[in-house]
């Protein structure tokens, strides 16, 4: 233990911690341990046992470098856990139509001259969540109507729960789903109704300025580089 202590400088020791920080997040959500509450408990008695063994011995083994990338690594699954367990998953099971109205939080771009939008919802709907304003996100084609970040729209879209993985090691995009608090994705029918005045909170503000300048970004450069400096920004 001491040796790996002198081998590695004091300096160089945090990249190594934030590496296994990382490692054991990524790990945690590659497996798809489904039970999350089970393991943030267990991670957590092994935290508490460990921290009762070295107050109790104050044995440098406890707190030597192999043991703190050990406990970095057990934090970050706890982390992961806590992360999923503050975001209750999807309730809706189903395929539903539903005409609404709310504010756009977010706009992902445009692809195949199609828009998808991030709506948070006036009002709570018992198939969706029994949360306060819950967030969708929908696909329009409807580019000409130039909605933007803040405004409050109306429209009717048909909803669905995001896929889980078919196979084995596939994108979990309802995990994604959860973790970006979406209850549901799905496309307009029709068109979109602006209505009352546009919110003007600063969230509001810095999101149109990023996605004003990321168009720009993505009509000024080439098609490829035009479209990965958009998603950057």
């Known amino acids: 233990m001491h040796l790996l202590d002198g081998l590695i400088k004091p300096e160089k020791r945090a990249l190594f911690y934030a590496a296994c920080l990382i490692m054991a997040i990524a790990l945690y959500h590659q497996s798809e341990i489904a039970n999350a509450g089970f393991v943030f408990i267990t ?49 809706l099971d189903r395929g ?34 029994a949360q306060p304003y819950p967030l969708i996100r929908i696909s329009t084609d409807r580019v000409s109507s130039q909605v933007t970040i803040g405004d409050h729209i109306a429209f009717k879209a048909r909803l669905y729960p995001s896929p889980s993985p078919i196979l084995p090691q596939n994108p979990n995009y309802a995990l994604q789903a959860q973790i970006h608090n979406v209850t549901a994705s799905g496309f307009v029918i029709g068109d979109l109704t602006r209505i009352g005045d546009q919110r003007d909170r600063l969230a509001d503000r810095l999101g149109r300025f990023r996605h004003d300048f990321a168009q720009q970004l993505d009509h000024e450069m080439a098609l490829s580089t035009g479209g990965i400096a958009a998603e950057l920004m």
């Open 43 to 91: 991670a957590i008695t092994i935290l508490g046992l460990w921290l009762i063994s070295y107050l109790v011995t104050h044995a440098a083994l406890l707190i030597g470098f192999p043991a703190r990338c050990l406990l970095t690594a057990i934090i970050g699954i706890a982390a992961a856990c806590l992360q999923i367990m503050l975001h209750p998953p999807q309730s």
């Open 96 to 129: 539903i139509t539903l005409t609404t109205s709310g504010i756009v939080t977010a706009i992902d771009g445009a692809i195949d001259r199609r828009i998808r939008l991030w709506v948070a919802l006036d009002t709570s709907y018992a198939p969706l969540s």
